[in-house]
């Protein structure tokens, strides 16, 4: 893409006959000096005290320092690679006060802040200590990929500055919060929230980054998120502009007084595609982009609305906020009113298909006490129990729903769900009963959600609550039974029962050139979508992110290669992709995207396979960690021998079955095999590798590279050293 075709985007910013805004730039200039100068004096300070071959990077993190490498390709890793780099940028800060070198003003302050910033974390120091979070790493990027790409995360807001009130404050990012969207803070707002004690960090998606000059860590975010997501490569800097104005929805909200400094950060958003709202008087403006609004009760519907955020505003009678930003919410024993579940009581949940005449739409009847009824640290059991009518509604989707129920109460604040069926595990903290919670309105989300969110398969629904022990047992049998029933039908959809296979290309908004194929026995790479999920979704929306695929005109039955699979593919990832096989690694693997929950590279010395994943930010025997390699594989591109998978997919007996199955993982996290349980030692057993098989794979208790692993290999006899060659 070229210069002046990106310029398009800021076409009409000025019109020919209005006055420029002289003073506005003026005062990004002023700014851009400052700036620049700040980071030469700190830089030129750090190399004389290290020396120009001293290291510099962010922690965990395969995207050097992301700004520069992103916008201009440079891969730095030394000190004495930036000061080179620093004076280009304060080259291009030019006298002429135009919109044009204003935006250029902002580049040159978005160097000099990365520059900044990155020389706190020298040495591997840790500049930040809870609850500032400074730099974003790589895993917290990936950890929302899924809910960036298919806009559950609506758009990101940049708040700077300091509000009119702390109550003021607070409201404001409440309101943020209920609608989704994922926050950066910096500077004196951080405290305002902190006093009316705010919910903030990296479980409520709003990150407190730090004081000012750590605004450039919600830019690096942005901007690594085109990278991982959207397949741009580094240096390319006109298409990650592009980029980040039609796909990462962000803005940049300051309140408060704005000194010169802040106004050339502001061009550095605008430079990159955000529009930049003030709570102040703005003496000039600039339509769009740099513009005023003082009204605190209107100001983030007018955020949203300037940077073309629309929601469907869903109006759920609870006393407590609903909203994705609640999703990662923990409740500890502290803070805890009630508990269910989890072992410490029977409780289960169930999702029926219901004729017309066996539901009465909205009811939510509650059996057994409610919380009223119990004190502070009770133990409930709970039964709940959803009934669901709709002309399109299939007994294969009650599964698919009733794994909703555990994002949907998690969506409440002060609402706590793990696990599903019957070992699912609820707390309700002390502040949502406070509020008025009740366990009736765990009825009044779910109806409200299953209806917003399924519009087309749900026309009717009921919530039955139990929390009386002989009726939650009655239940608990029921449930059971129909828990039967559905693990006996999905264990005879294999890949070859069935005749078509499903894409899902949720991520393309953010990797374009990249589609998931999910088959009944391999999960999407996300582990979010399965063939049911995708099944569902398609009868949900057509013209959704789901398709069938015809198995058509078979190529290799063996590596899993279709025709008709090969020509969605080529078509849906532009062109990109010829053709793909789903049983293997080597041979044309199925790209990957970045929400992945976990990454699968060769290990040519054990002439096997290693599986990483996003909650291990440790070394592998791969030589790079998941960031990195989460780097090289994701974006859409094919590369043989890597490939990201759901961790369910290990579980399959399609698990690549070409290139010889689940024999051939060597090393993975103990927290998978953890994770995987029970069910890994059945699989291998059934695959006739023994159920010893697992205490066969290597993990980081034994070693964490190849020359380390061999011995344990040599010794437990693993099947892969006695397998054909993998290369």
Same mark, same amino acid.
């Given at each position: 893409?070229?210069?002046? *075709? ?13 006055? *420029? ?131 559950? &995360? ?35 707002? +951080? ?78 958003? +605008? ?27 209107? +100001? ?210 953010? *990797? ?42 078979? &190529? ?163 099947? *892969? ?7």
């Amino acid at each position: 893409m070229s210069k002046t *075709a990106f310029d398009e985007i800021y076409a009409g910013a000025i019109p020919d006959d209005a006055k *420029a805004p002289n003073k506005l730039f003026q005062r990004a200039y002023n700014g851009a000096i400052t700036a620049t100068s700040y980071a030469e004096i700190l830089l030129s300070q750090a190399i004389r005290k290290y020396g120009p071959d001293q290291p510099v990077s962010y922690p965990d993190t395969a995207y050097y320092l992301p700004v520069i490498s992103c916008l201009s390709g440079e891969k730095v890793t030394k000190l004495g690679e930036l000061p080179p780099i620093l004076n280009r940028m304060r080259g291009q800060i030019k006298e002429e006060l135009t919109f044009e070198n204003a935006r250029l003003y902002g580049e040159s302050t978005a160097y000099a802040a990365e520059i900044i910033e990155v020389l706190r974390y020298i040495n591997g120091a840790q500049p930040h200590v809870q609850p500032w979070t400074g730099y974003l790493t790589d895993p917290i990027l990936r950890k929302f990929g899924i809910q960036l790409v298919d806009w559950t &995360i609506p758009g990101q807001a940049v708040i700077v500055g300091k509000a009119k009130t702390s109550e003021a404050a607070a409201k404001i990012v409440q309101e943020l919060q209920a609608k989704g969207m994922m926050i950066f803070l910096v500077n004196e707002v +951080i405290e305002q929230l902190l006093e009316q004690n705010m919910k903030l960090g990296v479980d409520y998606i709003a990150f407190p980054l730090g004081n000012f000059t750590q605004v450039i860590h919600a830019v690096n975010y942005a901007l690594r998120a085109g990278m991982a997501f959207g397949g741009i490569q580094p240096g390319l800097r006109e298409e990650h502009r592009d980029y980040q104005h039609r796909r990462v929805r962000a803005f940049v909200l300051h309140l408060g007084e704005i000194d010169d400094v802040q106004v050339a950060a502001h061009f550095a958003a +605008i430079f990159i595609g955000f529009p930049v709202i003030c709570d102040t008087e703005l003496e000039e403006e600039i339509a769009d982009w740099y513009v005023s609004h003082t009204d605190y009760n209107t +100001i983030v519907k007018y955020c949203m609305e300037l940077r073309g955020i629309k929601l469907k505003i869903l109006d759920i009678p609870v006393p407590i906020t609903i909203g994705p930003a609640f999703e990662g919410e923990t409740i500890r024993k502290g803070d805890m009113y009630l508990e269910i579940g989890g072992g410490r009581t029977t409780a289960f949940e169930l999702v029926q298909m219901v004729n017309e005449d066996e539901i009465e739409d909205g009811k939510i009847t509650v059996i057994g006490p409610e919380i009223d009824d119990i004190k502070e640290g009770d133990k409930l059991p709970l039964g709940i129990m959803v009934k669901i009518y709709g002309r399109k509604m299939q007994e294969d989707f009650e599964g698919v729903l009733e794994r909703r129920i555990h994002y949907f109460i998690n969506y409440g604040e002060g609402l706590w769900h793990v696990a599903q069926r019957d070992i699912c595990w609820l707390r309700v903290s002390k502040e949502a009963v406070a509020k008025g919670f009740k366990i009736k309105h765990y009825g009044e989300i779910l109806i409200a959600k299953f209806k917003d969110e399924f519009p087309a398969i749900v026309d009717r629904v009921e919530v039955t609550l139990i929390t009386e022990q002989a009726k939650v047992e009655e239940g608990l049998k029921v449930a059971r039974e129909r828990y039967a029933f559905r693990d006996a039908r999905l264990k005879g959809l294999t890949d070859e029962a069935v005749e078509e296979l499903y894409s899902c290309i949720l991520c393309q908004s953010f *990797a374009p050139n990249h589609v998931c194929v999910v088959s009944p026995e391999r999960v999407g790479l996300c582990g979010a979508v399965s063939w049911l999920d995708a099944k569902a979704s398609f009868e949900i929306d057509p013209n959704g992110p789901n398709r069938p695929i015809k198995k058509e005109g078979v &190529i290799d039955a063996e590596k899993g290669m279709w025709q008709s699979v090969n020509e969605y593919v080529y078509t849906t990832t532009n062109r990109s992709v010829e053709e793909v096989n789903l049983y293997t690694l080597m041979d044309k693997p199925m790209t990957s995207c970045g929400c992945f929950e976990a990454i699968l590279a060769i290990v040519p010395e054990a002439n096997g396979l290693m599986i990483t994943t996003r909650e291990h930010s440790g070394d592998t025997p791969s030589g790079m960690t998941f960031s990195s390699l989460a780097g090289s594989v994701g974006g859409g591109v094919q590369a043989p021998g890597f490939m990201g998978i759901g961790r369910s997919y290990l579980l399959s007996k399609k698990f690549l079955v070409a290139d010889g199955g689940l024999g051939r993982i060597v090393w993975m996290p103990k927290e998978l095999k953890d994770y995987l349980g029970e069910a890994f030692r059945e699989r291998a057993e059934e695959a006739g590798l023994g159920a010893d098989f697992v205490d066969k794979i290597a993990d980081e208790t034994v070693g964490t590279t190849s020359d380390e692993i061999m011995p344990f290999l040599e010794e437990k006899s693993h099947p *892969a050293l006695t397998m054909d060659p993998l290369m």
